[in-house]
Nanobody, 126 residues
């Protein structure tokens, strides 16, 4: 079955950088969109960045635009999230999620995604 495994979460100071990785097994990145989401304590899960397999485009949430960058390495079946200029409000569990319908635009809505990883904790604090 599809397996998505996140890694790279850590404790980092405000203004610092971090790169998350998501290893995808049995998930075809040529046909299925994939994205990064996060959930902070007491808050709803929100879309951070998503990659559309049909348009080969990336969509970013407003709160991370210009600071976070998503990339896809299809040869390694791995998706990355480069996070720069981190802020305390970026503290959350970050999830990788895969769409269940092929060649579909990747929205930032968590409910549109079928497959989820276990998450990795990112804490931004001095």
């Amino acid at each position: 079955q599809v397996q998505l495994v996140e890694s790279g979460g850590d404790l980092v100071q405000p203004g610092g950088s971090l790169r998350l990785s998501c290893s995808a097994s049995r998930f075809n990145l040529d046909y299925y969109s994939i994205g990064w989401f996060r959930q902070a304590p007491g808050k709803e899960r929100e879309g951070v960045a998503t990659f559309s397999s049909d348009a080969l485009s990336t969509t970013y949430g407003d709160s991370v635009k210009g600071r976070f960058f998503m990339s896809v390495d299809k040869a390694k079946s791995t998706v990355y999230l480069q996070m720069n200029n981190l802020k305390p409000e970026d503290t959350a569990v970050y999830y990788c999620a895969g769409h269940g319908v092929p060649l579909t635009f990747a929205t930032l809505f968590p409910s549109d995604y079928k497959y989820w990883g276990q998450g990795t904790q990112v804490t931004v604090s001095s």
